[in-house]
């Protein structure tokens, strides 16, 4: 058994894929879906022979760091992936595709099509997303079938600031935003548009989301550690990676009970209701004067309560004093008056610990992205003078 690439096309194309995947499904072989205008993915070494007897994708992860690993996913959790997700939504349906589908998300709605067996509408992305394309494929759309779709945060942003696609937008009966964390303002300002949007939460390792508005799907498990790290298990695991058990070993472990688990690199907590509440990576954490700030809050409180912010990433620098300075990017929204540091502070004095208010800030036009609308913190790290 070969993992074959699998070329998938940016336009409405990419719809042609989905004879291949479904044979995947069916034990006809593995394939590795990239996008069609990048290189085919390099795969590590690795026996054909011992590959799990019902692998049928192997996708990138989006790691922030090294290279990316490749998650092994049976046809079993693929299929529970897709059937969890249609009975929380409240049945299947009719999907749009808007992202990538090199990507799991994207992979995640041609597959989710053929468990619905319908056919998916695909959003031309040869020019990048805009909303003019996704009111234009949102309308080929049948209307004998619920309908719904996933974007990106930014994605969800653009489209509410263009009223055509937002309406277009509003007849969804739901819409899936994840890739990156989804900020309170935008999801409110999505629900006064009478959009239904349903966070997300999950990873490659897990087929994709398999936490909705902080709730675990059917058949997904959620336990955080006494360090504040975020595990999950369920039917959705990845077999590992692809050659490299050593990762898999690492990453995934198994209970006495035989239950299998995935050891994330998220931190965060499960409220007394049991909802999760994700605070961000472990590896983002800012470590200023012996004190831990999560990012997240951070950027939530900027964008909650320091008027003309339109986007908010929050990176440590190294600092002489403090060891690291909590750092601000601000993407400010049209026609805002830029603020300096002392009034960006003084706003969010109060509604953060004093260890947690910037010490440094800077603007820019558009946040750094990699991967599916995820900020690129490396990228906004070097947006700062460290010799301040």
Known sequence: MEVDALAVPAGPAAAAVLPRLAAALAGGGPVAPYPAEASPPVLPRHSAAGLPD??????????????????????????ASARATHARLGGPGQ?????????????????????????PVVTDLTGGFTPAAFAASAARLDPRHRHYTALVPTQLARVLDDPRPARALATFAAVLVGGAATPAPLRRRAEAAGVRVVTTYGMSETAGGCVYDGRALTGTRVRVD???RVHLGGATLAHGYLGRPDLTFAAFTVDPDGSRWFRTDDAGRLDDDGVLHVEGRLDDLVVTGGMKVAPR????????HVPGVGEAVVVGVPDPEWGQAVSLLVVPAPGARPLSLAEIRDHLRGHLPDHALPRR?????????????????????ALFDVGE
């Not at 999907?95 to 056919?119: F, I, M």
């Not at 800030?361 to 790290?381: F, Q």
């Open 297 to 304: 809050v951070v950027e939530e409180a900027a964008l909650e």
């Open 54 to 79: 019902d692998l049928a994708v192997v996708i990138g992860t989006s790691g922030s760091t090294g290279s990316p690993k490749l998650a092994m996913l049976g046809a079993a959790a693929l299929t």
């Open 226 to 228: 006494d360090a504040g």
């Open 95 to 119: 999907w749009l595709l808007t992202l990538p589908a090199g990507h799991v998300a994207g992979v995640q709605v041609l597959l989710r099509s053929l468990d619905a067996d319908t056919e």
């Open 361 to 381: 800030v800077t603007s820019a036009p558009a946040v750094p992205l990699r991967g599916p609308g995820k900020p690129d913190r490396g990228a906004v790290a």
